[in-house]
């Protein structure tokens, strides 16, 4: 605040004395101006004028989020009593990037989020999206209003005083002091700034009922008297580090603000954590607003075999909501499906679409810390079932419908049916017809492609009535009263189709060029050539590539693949998937993928610049180092710039990449936070043509006060108050003030 004063004195002395110079000659407002001059150089007060601002730069995601490091945002604040137009104000950076032309209007004390890129950086909707990355070494960013007058500059060119690049903590002013928020920042809140007493609540544990409307469900949601804020989901078992990627997400369902402090979380074996007691700054939740509290800041291990966890409000004794959860799926979280995000995802509408019956807390393969949730839920198996047409005599056809079975995850199932005549046949409604007499055992076995269920029944071929089954059975089946015998599902398994001996399935032999004009669910077979072998871009999947230098993704949930070199020629049985990005091939495991020998990998092609036709094409690009960050550098020549993203699986040594080095780097392309981006597959991808500075003028402007230290960039120190500059301003003023006086002199003689 006390900038805020002392901008605004200097520019209203400066412009007091210039209409006083105006108005009057005299030596005395001569000398007024120019002591205003000294005041706004900054010799008295030691910063520049600038027009007093009712907007800030509120607070800065320079490091990213804890997701994606180029997730990066920047959110304004408005402390007028009034709405503020934006329009052709901007919002740039010393050395040029970002540069962001404003246009909006901001409410009175309220936000104006920027997010960098797309709208993915923050659960917030983002009131503009922007171009240009933070420099994580530091930066001096300027708000300037259309008028040209500087409203708010943050000068932290020597290095970031707040904010944290590992834990993704945010940089966020208190007046005007910056200080370290908490990870991913409160974009569009009040940042933690100030403490509050905890309101005084009722702690009773008595339960009542409430229900909540959602957009797409209505649900009874059992709550506990007084209860304002809920563990809303948990992590326990992440990919990767559990240390790192372990969480707890709680959310304020109450319509004001609520103070954490005091709030604690309580797990199985005693450890607790308490808000306040371990935060150097307690947490203030608005209305609606979440909070993701991770491991490494809380140091609460969640057990994977299962636990609980018991949630406190400040001094309470009684648990106000208790999350127990059995063993951890990995890379799943325990959500509560009564907290959907406003706009579900395709799978989640099917999930709510085609459950039985939606418990309280499922296991989801969409972790969502800071968002709404999502409901990718591990596959549940078919509910199989059959019907019968009226009893006829042997010879007769009978008609056997499966249209009543259903998969709750709504997958396209599969029918295979063992009449116990040694007749099997394949379809959801089939005609049989018994030739002899006698007791036969109707065996159905519903698939959807990764569990199977089985349904039985036993019929006389007289008269059709049921009996109970005699025979023993493979999975869980349902008897003629359509109990279940065994709920346990059996897994997809190859003796299973071997006893019943169906059709063998077909895959048609395809090209990589054909994928693209053929119909996601249709069955491929491909022979061509591994690129990028499993584990360099990702666990998951890996790439072929053909001899038109056009590749393709093969894809495993499980990522059961085989040991596979770059240069193998394989063959492929798989199924087309598609995504929002592209389409690919999923296959079920490594018996489906063959390999047949090795093969000549295509030349790259050789490119300036990455173009949008370039998806998954194997290239070289060539150019000056231009710009680096922690995961990625930036080309440039002469036809412009393209970055380059390093994979972790790649295992690339990035310091030998100083920017003004020239390099040739060969990859597939890629789509990385919606933006076409070359990988390279390892050390061997990238070659160095020069280490001379060979940089264009543009990129030389861009960093010719940057210099290199490893994978780390730093701006050098900037002189601070030259003494000597200060005095020759000094020296300046006392004889332009001589001056002024000599001249009043002569005019008064």
Not at 227 to 252: Q, V, Y
Not at 477 to 495: E, F, H, M, R, Y
Not at 661 to 682: A, F, N, W
Request: hydrophobic share 35%; glycine share 8%.
């Amino acid at each position: 605040m006390a900038d805020k004063i002392f901008a605004k004195i200097r520019f209203d002395l400066l412009r007091y004395s210039l209409i006083l110079v105006m108005k009057n000659r005299g030596g005395k407002t001569f000398l007024i101006f120019i002591l205003s001059v000294l005041v706004c150089s900054g010799f008295f007060i030691g910063e520049n004028c600038q027009a007093a601002g009712e907007v800030v730069i509120n607070e800065i995601a320079w490091m990213g989020s804890i997701d994606d490091a180029n997730n990066e945002w920047l959110e304004l604040k408005n402390l007028s009593d009034s709405q503020i137009n934006l329009d052709n104000w901007t919002l740039k950076a010393a050395d040029g990037s970002p540069a962001i032309t404003l246009k909006g209007n901001i409410s009175s004390g309220g936000y104006f989020l920027l997010e960098r890129t797309d709208d993915n950086s923050t659960p917030k909707s983002a009131d503009q999206i922007y171009s240009g990355a933070i420099g994580n070494s530091g930066e001096t960013l300027q708000l300037i209003n259309a008028d040209g007058s500087l409203i708010d500059n943050v000068n932290m060119s020597d290095g970031w005083t707040a904010g944290d690049n590992t834990s993704k903590a945010t940089a966020e002013r208190c007046e005007d002091v910056w200080q370290t928020s908490i990870p991913n920042g409160t974009p569009g809140a009040s940042n933690n700034c100030t403490e509050e007493n905890p309101p005084a609540e009722n702690n009773s544990s008595d339960s009542q009922n409430e229900v909540v409307i959602k957009e797409n469900k209505t649900l009874t949601v059992e709550k506990t008297t007084g209860n304002e804020i809920f563990i809303t989901e948990i992590l326990p078992n992440p990919l990767g580090s559990d240390r790192e990627a372990e969480f707890i997400e709680l959310k304020n369902y109450s319509n004001k603000e609520i103070n954490l402090a005091g709030w604690k979380i309580e797990i199985e074996n005693g450890r607790s954590f308490v808000f306040g007691e371990f935060f150097a700054t307690t947490t203030i939740l608005r209305s609606g607003d979440r909070f993701v509290l991770w491991r490494k800041n809380s140091n609460l291990a969640l057990e994977n075999g299962g636990g609980v966890l018991r949630l406190f409000k400040p001094g309470g004794t009684k648990a106000i909501q208790t999350v127990e959860y059995g063993e951890a799926l990995e890379g799943a979280s325990w959500a509560d499906t009564e907290e959907v995000g406003k706009e579900p995802t395709t799978a989640t509408k099917d999930f709510f679409l085609n459950s039985l019956k939606i418990e309280r807390w499922v296991w989801t393969y969409y972790p969502t810390p800071w968002w709404g949730n999502e409901f990718l839920v591990p596959n549940r198996p078919p509910q199989a079932k059959f019907f019968v047409g009226e009893k006829v005599a042997t010879g007769t056809p009978i008609i056997f419908d499966a249209s009543d079975s259903i998969d709750e995850d709504g997958d396209q199932l599969m029918f295979i049916w063992d009449f116990g005549d040694g007749v099997k046949l394949s379809g959801e409604t089939v005609s049989h017809t018994f030739l002899n007499n006698g007791e036969y055992t109707v065996r159905l076995i519903a698939s959807d492609g990764q569990n199977e269920m089985v349904f039985e029944k036993i019929l006389n071929s007289l008269s059709f009535l049921e009996v109970k089954p005699k025979t023993e059975v493979l999975s869980s089946v349902v008897n003629n009263n359509n109990t279940a015998v065994n709920k346990q599902p059996i897994s997809l398994d190859k003796k299973l189709v071997e006893i019943l001996n169906p059709t063998e399935e077909k895959f048609i032999s395809t090209a990589i060029a054909e994928i693209k004009n053929k119909s996601a669910g249709e069955n491929i077979s491909i022979s061509d050539t591994v690129i990028v072998p499993p584990g360099v871009y990702g666990t998951q999947y890996f790439y072929i590539i053909d001899n038109k230098n056009q590749a393709v993704k093969i894809y495993n949930f499980k990522k059961d693949f085989p040991e596979l070199k770059i240069g193998e020629l394989i063959e492929i049985n798989g199924q087309i998937m598609q995504n929002a990005q592209e389409k690919y091939i999923k296959i079920a495991n490594q018996e489906d993928v063959k390999i047949l020998g090795t093969s000549d990998l295509p030349t790259p092609l050789e490119k300036d610049i990455i173009e949008p036709d370039d998806l998954n094409k194997f290239i070289t690009l060539q150019g000056d180092v231009a710009k680096k960050d922690g995961t990625r550098i930036f080309l440039e020549n002469a036809s412009g710039q393209a970055s380059i993203y390093f994979k972790p699986g790649a295992n690339i040594d990035k310091s030998v990449l100083k920017i003004g080095t020239q390099v040739k780097i060969s990859g597939l392309v890629g789509i990385i936070s919606q933006d076409l981006e070359l990988l390279p597959r390892g050390q061997e991808d990238i070659f160095i043509v020069s280490t001379e500075n060979q940089i264009s003028t543009v990129t030389k402007e861009k960093t010719e006060f940057q210099t290199a230290s490893g994978t780390d960039w730093i701006l050098p120190e900037r002189k601070k108050n030259n003494f000597i500059f200060y005095l020759l301003i000094i020296f300046g003023a006392t004889i332009l003030v001589l001056a002024g006086l000599l001249l009043k002199k002569r005019l008064t003689k």
